[in-house]
């Protein structure tokens, strides 16, 4: 476990805001979020669809899509500053410092080039090696991921692989610069379920030993419960609880993270079709005041309606909700029309 | 593969009958070629021993057969209008042709792919715009009204370049060529860019809009994510993946410059088969017409078998293990 407090900080994610200017004004769909990855450390993202993880994640790595955009807070990574550097400073970071896996491998390679063809490509962008030099390493690379035959299978193009063979190179593609975080957003989503551990089996033995910390966003509490160290629990927007991933699944703190834990996950359920609490997230146009959380809360009292909580420390994890707070959560509600 | 470009040279062949039958026809049922070749004091026996000689009683099948092979050799026959043998009058004219549709090719494809490359990365910029706006215009002008526009302002008003004519030309064997002189050259750029306009529009289009496509697509993402350079990502990774399409429509366009040359060179008295074509319609000169038809579909088919043949050199999921068979089949 690499998640100990003496380490100086990968990652700092400080009060980032992800806005979209939209036509009826302007969404925030990343609210106040703050966290550290510490070297080597695996942090679990976890949260309903829209909750901003991925936003999140492509925040990180510089590539929000416009309209979106970074409106505040800051991202530093190994202590320097990386979230207003301009586009060809943050290009040579991507790849090189911080890595990324997305969700589909099907169309994560660019069909008209052999794999061999795109890991060198990306070896010889970040490091001074020779064709010949790259070549090896991602000879190297591809028998480090398992893929079998690798030197036959190097000048293959990307249809030639089956899905679970295209994410190993998608893996190798986001190691083969040798970065110290990896931004894995929804990595085995659309595999076979039969081959959803095995890559993430793969992913978490490879970034054990390059010492490679990662961001991994999924829905697959099981995947969580065995791979991260820590684990962030996004809400509408914003971190509900954060916390040691042990803590967070057997003892969890915020309601809504009960409600997620409630079953106990199995691998391969995935949360939304475990989500035990009734109702929908909000949507971002019509986030409550008070705890974004409170109208599916079971927990929630006249504090929660008005003041909004930030994360406070409850237990060895923080959570963002009244109930752990001196003050608790206020006066009960009265129950009126609710089961209307 | 193999069995792949087999049967691509099938079907061109019977592509290439199909257009020999309508040629047939022309020559067989469309007037009485007796009648054509002869005056009017000719008697009726002489007229019966020509139609003899000439096959013209045999069953249609061997006649097609006669006509089919003889093509094949190039002997259409004589032009009823000037008395020459067809195929040295055509001949005599396609250099003029395959010159203004080769620069008209060049000037759409080396203007027209990189505004489209241009206008499919920055969308949004004002230039890209006025691009857009202005490709506008270029697609809804018929093509006549552009060559008498260009003529206007750089021949009567600018007096900068030749109106009609190809200038002088040097012969190199059967060839004649306009590239070797001064005044030749000139001659060509009004009537190429008359010409490829239409498919420079076209091209810029299309690239533009398989560009914003390719864009939005995850393996662009995933470069990017990799850090890969804006250069590598634009011209590497999306420009290639915009070639198929690309390659199809500048084929097909190709052939459509050659066919659509009608217009401009007799906008701009361009001394080339398409001028010839319009001139056999005018006399009614079968022969002529019959073999422009046949040239034309020979060019069509070529054109689309090196336009198959390039795919494979661009799209490996088509190369590879079997793959052409599954391929094809769509
Ligand atoms: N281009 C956009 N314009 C407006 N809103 C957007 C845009 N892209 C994303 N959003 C909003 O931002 C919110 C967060 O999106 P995000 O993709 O981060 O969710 P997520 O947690 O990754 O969900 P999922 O599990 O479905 O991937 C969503 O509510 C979405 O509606
Ligand atoms: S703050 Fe209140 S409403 Fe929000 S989760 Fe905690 S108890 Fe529920
Ligand atoms: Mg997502």
Redesign the interface.
């Known amino acids: 476990m690499a998640s100990q407090t003496n380490n100086p900080p990968l990652l700092e994610v400080k009060n980032l805001r992800v806005e979209f200017p939209t036509r009826r004004g302007t969404l925030l769909a990343v609210d106040d979020v703050s966290f550290d990855i510490a070297p080597g450390e695996v942090l679990g993202v976890v949260g309903e669809s829209g909750a901003g993880k991925s936003l999140t994640g492509n925040a990180i790595?510089g590539?929000l899509e416009p309209p979106g955009r970074i409106a505040g807070g800051e991202i530093r990574l190994e202590g320097r500053r990386i979230d207003n550097l301009p586009y060809e400073e943050m290009?040579?970071?991507?790849?090189?410092r911080i890595?990324?896996i997305?969700q589909?491998p099907l169309?994560?390679?660019?069909?008209?080039?052999?794999v061999g063809r795109q890991l060198v490509?990306?070896i010889q962008?970040?490091l001074p090696l020779s064709a010949a030099e790259a070549r090896t390493r991602a000879l190297d690379l591809l028998k480090e991921v398992g893929i079998p035959g690798a030197e036959s299978r190097i000048d293959?193009?990307p249809?030639?692989f089956s899905g679970g063979m295209r994410q190993r190179v998608?893996i190798a593609?986001?190691l083969c610069?040798g970065p110290r975080l990896i931004v894995a957003d929804e990595p085995t989503t659309a595999l076979d379920v039969s081959i959803q551990a095995q890559i993430i089996a793969l992913l978490k033995r490879l970034c054990r030993e390059h010492g490679t910390a990662v961001m991994l966003v999924t829905h697959d509490m099981g995947v969580i419960a065995e791979t991260a160290d820590r684990v962030a629990v996004m809400y509408a927007g914003r971190i509900a609880e954060i916390g040691p991933v042990r803590d967070v699944v057997k003892h969890a703190k915020h309601p809504y993270t009960k409600g997620l834990m409630g079953s106990i996950p199995s691998l391969g359920v995935r949360t939304e079709r475990l989500t035990q609490i009734d109702g929908a997230m909000p949507r971002l146009t019509e986030i409550p005041t008070g705890c974004a959380f409170n109208p599916r809360c079971t927990e929630r009292g006249q504090r929660c309606l008005v003041e909004r909580p930030d994360l406070m420390a409850a237990g060895t994890s923080r959570a963002a909700c009244w109930l752990h707070d001196r003050g608790g959560v206020g006066a009960p509600i009265v129950k009126e029309m609710v089961d209307a | 593969m193999l069995a792949f470009i087999l049967r691509r040279l099938l079907q061109s062949i019977a592509v290439l009958l199909t257009v020999g039958v309508v040629a047939f026809s022309l020559f067989r049922y469309v007037g009485d070629p007796i009648n054509a070749m002869v005056g009017q004091d000719t008697s009726m026996e002489e007229r019966e021993t020509l139609r003899e000689k000439l096959g013209l009683n045999d069953p249609a099948p061997l006649q097609f057969l006669n006509f089919i092979v003889n093509a094949a050799q190039g002997k259409f026959g004589l032009s009823y209008r000037t008395s020459e043998p067809v195929g040295r009058l055509i001949l005599e004219r396609v250099p003029a042709t395959l010159e203004l549709s080769f620069c008209a090719a060049v000037f759409a494809l080396f203007v027209g792919v990189p505004m489209g490359v241009y206008t499919g990365l920055y969308p949004r910029h004002w230039s890209s715009r006025l691009f857009q706006a202005v490709s506008l215009i270029g697609i809804s002008l018929p093509t006549f009204l552009i060559g008498i526009l260009l003529i206007l302002v750089f021949a009567v008003w600018l007096r900068l370049l030749p109106s009609f004519g190809r200038g002088e030309t040097v012969q190199i064997g059967w060839w004649t060529t306009n590239f070797l002189t001064w005044s030749g050259l000139k001659a060509l750029i009004l009537p190429s860019i008359t010409l490829g306009l239409f498919q420079l529009t076209l091209l810029m289009r299309l690239v533009r809009s398989e560009m914003l496509e390719v864009m939005r697509?995850?393996?662009i993402?995933?470069?990017?994510?990799?850090?890969?350079?804006?250069r590598?990502i634009n011209f590497?990774?999306a420009l290639?993946?915009t070639l198929v399409p690309v390659i199809t429509v500048t084929g097909l366009q190709l052939g459509a410059l050659i066919a659509f040359a009608i217009v401009t060179e007799t906008v701009f008295a361009w001394p080339g088969v398409g001028q010839l074509f319009i001139q056999s319609v005018q006399f009614s000169d079968i022969p002529v017409m019959a073999a422009y038809l046949l040239l034309i579909g020979l060019l069509f088919v070529l054109i689309n078998l090196t336009v198959d043949l390039l795919y494979f050199v661009?799209?490996?999921?088509l190369r590879?293990?079997g793959?052409s068979a599954r391929v094809a089949g769509h």
């Open positions: 790595i590539l290009r040579k970071i991507r790849g090189a890595g990324a997305f589909d169309t994560s390679l660019n069909p008209l080039y052999s490509e990306t962008t970040h293959h193009y249809h030639q998608v593609l986001a610069a | 697509t995850e393996y993402k995933f470069a990017r994510a990799r850090g890969l350079t804006n590598a590497g990774h290639k993946n661009v799209d490996p999921r590879s293990q793959g």
